[in-house]
């Protein structure tokens, strides 16, 4: 499990929805437990949440809240659901406000952790430090994913992460 999240995922950059959105849900659902739970609960959290459909989630309801609450495949924690469906709907409003989430983003990149945290706080719920700085690594908007002699660094590197476009300015 580890080794193909590393291998194809951690630190690729991406602008897809889903993936950012995903990527999101699962960094805030990791909060407490180990990170191979999450990657073993994974596909039935792409089951449980729509396959990470922002329009879709954003429209869960109370129903939808108990059926949730009820998946033994997912971490089930009021919280955390209740902030996946909350920042399906500030997505939706990133796209007024922005176009997107990708560019979201990018409008604010690039921020040391500390000033992303704050942007985060203040526009997602279930957002603290640890948490951000894995979603920004794992898409490659913080540097540290991986080391230099690590074979997949020079993959990602390949592809221009956001942290290397920073890194040149």
Not at 54 to 70: E, K, M, N, S
Request: net charge neutral.
């Amino acid at each position: 499990m580890h080794a193909a999240y590393h291998d194809h995922e951690y630190g690729f950059p991406s602008t897809d929805e889903r993936i950012l959105f995903e990527r999101l849900m699962l960094e805030i659902n990791q909060a407490g437990l180990s990170w191979l739970t999450i990657l073993n609960k994974r596909a039935a959290f792409r089951a449980a949440f729509a396959d990470f459909d922002v329009d879709r989630v954003a429209a869960f309801g109370p129903q939808d809240i108990a059926r949730l609450l009820a998946d033994p495949g997912i971490v089930r924690n009021r919280l955390k659901i209740e902030a996946a469906i909350d920042n399906a709907r500030r997505i939706q409003a990133l796209r007024e406000s922005h176009g997107s989430f990708a560019l979201w983003l990018d409008a604010h990149h690039p921020h040391p952790l500390d000033e992303w945290t704050k942007l985060f706080r203040n526009t997602f719920r279930f957002t603290g430090g640890q948490i951000v700085g894995e979603f920004l690594m794992s898409l490659g908007y913080l540097p540290g994913a991986h080391v230099a002699d690590c074979p997949v660094y020079s993959r990602i590197a390949a592809l221009s992460p956001p942290w290397t476009r920073a890194a040149q300015t």
